[in-house]
């Protein structure tokens, strides 16, 4: 029979074993937690690095559709200002060596939607595309187009084109340039497979409609895949932006992750298989379960850590990638003074972003300015106007419109030559500015054509004042080219009474101006958009606005039928 002694060791044996069994479950579930938390954190990470990536994957896309719209663009100005027709669009294409590289194809269609031009091929088999969505919405809109994905008619490959419309000097559309991306092409490819980060996974594109744009599996594209057979497509399609780890993917669990393109309504997604994603969690949890105590919860929380010190600097540059596309910051932010991988990335990206805005810069002043004079060409005034109106129509202010050209000029270039006609033009523009307030907008229409907009004008009475402080300008002699000129200009100004329209308000100007001229050049006339009373004439005398002259009925009717008030 046990002794008593004996079943006390026994029970402190026991009550041992069960303060040991307590502990090791009690590290053990410490850790657990632990590793759990950090598992949970590491999924977060993971999925903010897949946007971040994304991120940098969607500027990149929208960036190149741009620099692809743009080149067309090129080619369309060029095309508008060497006054080219339809006979001349072959020519143009292969005279731009850049479009074979950035497409497959360029071809260009007349207003009925017949191929007059290919750059690759001049043989391939007449198609018409009139009836072809892209085609009728650039003929509507006049502007560059993205097309949807589709099948080439011509090589039966799946296809995204750009549109650019070619205008002539009259303004009508005479041609569709058409420059195609071959989605199967391995430049295409290759290039957004280059925009993946990890090896794991695989990235995809789809439109809005769920038309699959790009996918490993060749196959899909141009699919509408339904989301039981595919998953990872339905859920990139549930917002702008965000993650998903709850989808099986081809029967496999996987964390999908989207970004929307800002200028193309694509979205860039990427499917990672959460067993890549947590295999080095597996060794973890085996030395963990080993594990016992303290050691374990140390361990774990040490571990935590340090993903989280690791991460933080692409966190930090996820954050500036999401500040500068939520516009809350600038490209600055990526110019930081670390010394790690993430630094040099985004010093890398700051270079690569400083330089593109720079180049848009370059293009846009290059592309509203006028190179001779220095002021806004015909294409930023065609812009400024409609939104000056606008903001007259939101404050009910008025807005004043002074059309004027230089007297006589074609006499100063044929009897000077054109150097001194265009120090004569440089000089004109830089005394109108000097003319006018900080808020009026000064242009170049054409030749010696100069328009200003005049913004918050208080009546008639201010609309005077200007006319004459232009003339006023222009009183001193012009010295250009070692001659001495005395150059003066007509000023017709229309002052906006209501609400109207670019082309009113710019005819009304143009009446006015026709009636000085009619009156003998040198002044200014003040009219109304709408008016009924002829416009008076004041004309300038020793450089300053002289009495009102009205305008004689043989003047009026051989120059024009101006209306307005003075």
């Not at 999924?43 to 994304?54: D, F, G, H, N, V």
């Not at 939607?113 to 892209?134: E, H, T, W």
């Not at 196959?219 to 993650?243: H, V, Y």
């Not at 000085?516 to 005398?541: D, F, M, S």
């Amino acid at each position: 029979m046990p002794s008593a002694a004996s079943h006390f060791t026994s029970f402190k044996f026991k009550v041992s074993a069960l303060v040991a069994a307590m502990v090791l479950i009690a590290a053990v579930g410490v850790c657990g937690i632990s590793l759990l938390i950090a598992e949970a954190q590491i999924q977060r990470m993971i999925a903010r690095q897949e946007i971040s990536a994304l991120s940098g994957a969607a500027a990149y896309l929208d960036s190149d559709l741009r620099a692809r719209q743009e080149l067309l663009r090129s080619v369309a100005e060029e095309a508008l200002s060497r006054n080219l027709g339809p006979a001349d669009v072959q020519a143009l294409l292969e005279s731009h060596t850049t479009l074979r590289d950035g497409f497959v194809n360029v071809a260009a269609f007349d207003a009925r939607g017949d191929r007059v031009a290919s750059l690759r091929n001049r043989n391939d088999k007449m198609i018409n595309v009139s009836a072809r969505p892209y085609f009728q919405e650039t003929l509507r809109s006049r502007e560059s187009v993205i097309t949807a994905p589709f099948r080439s008619a011509l090589s039966g490959r799946p296809v995204v084109s750009v549109t650019q419309p070619l205008i002539d000097a009259r303004g009508d559309v005479y041609a569709i340039l058409v420059g195609g991306m071959d989605l199967l092409r391995p430049a295409f490819a290759a290039q957004i497979e280059a925009l993946r980060t990890r090896e794991q996974g695989y990235l995809f594109i789809v439109d809005t409609e769920g038309t699959v744009v790009h996918h490993p599996q060749k196959d899909l594209i141009l699919t509408r895949p339904s989301a039981d057979e595919r998953p990872a497509i339905a859920a990139a399609m549930e917002g702008a932006e965000g993650w998903r780890a709850d989808i099986l993917d081809q029967k496999e669990p996987s964390l999908v992750a989207w970004k929307r393109l800002r200028h193309v309504d694509w979205t860039v997604a990427v499917s990672y298989p959460l067993a890549d994603a947590f295999a080095p969690m597996a060794s973890v949890w085996f030395n963990a379960l080993g594990a016992a105590g303290l050691f374990t919860v140390m361990a774990g929380v040490f571990g935590w850590g340090l993903v989280k010190v690791l991460m933080e600097p692409l966190d930090q540059l996820q954050r500036s990638v999401e500040g500068i596309d939520a516009g809350a910051t600038d490209i600055s932010a990526f110019n930081v003074d670390n010394q790690d991988e993430f630094g040099v990335l985004s010093r890398a990206l700051y270079r690569l972003s400083h330089t593109r805005k720079q180049a848009a810069d370059d293009l846009h002043r290059m592309a509203t300015t006028d190179v001779l004079t220095g002021t806004h060409n015909r294409r930023m005034f065609d812009q400024f106007l409609p939104a000056a109106l606008a903001r007259a129509r939101r404050s009910g202010d008025s807005v004043a419109v002074a059309f004027l050209d230089i007297d006589r000029f074609k006499s100063i270039n044929d009897t000077h030559g054109h150097a001194v006609g265009d120090a004569v033009l440089v000089e004109f523009a830089r005394r109108l500015q000097g003319a006018v307030r900080c808020t009026d907008t000064v242009a170049r229409l054409a030749g010696d054509e100069f328009v200003i907009v005049y913004e918050q004008v208080r009546g008639f009475d201010e609309a005077h004042q200007l006319g004459g402080k232009i003339l006023a300008a222009m009183a001193e002699p012009f010295r250009a080219g070692g001659a001495t000129l005395c150059v003066t200009a007509s000023i017709g100004i229309s002052v906006t009474r209501h609400h109207t329209s670019a082309e009113a308000i710019m005819q009304s100007a143009d009446y006015a101006l026709y009636g000085v001229k009619a009156a003998g050049r040198n002044g200014y006339a003040v009219t109304a958009v709408g008016a009924e009373r002829l416009a008076i004439v004041h004309a300038n005398g020793a450089g300053h606005p002289g009495p009102p002259h009205a305008m004689s009925e043989p003047a009026r009717a051989k120059e024009s039928p101006l209306q307005g008030a003075g």
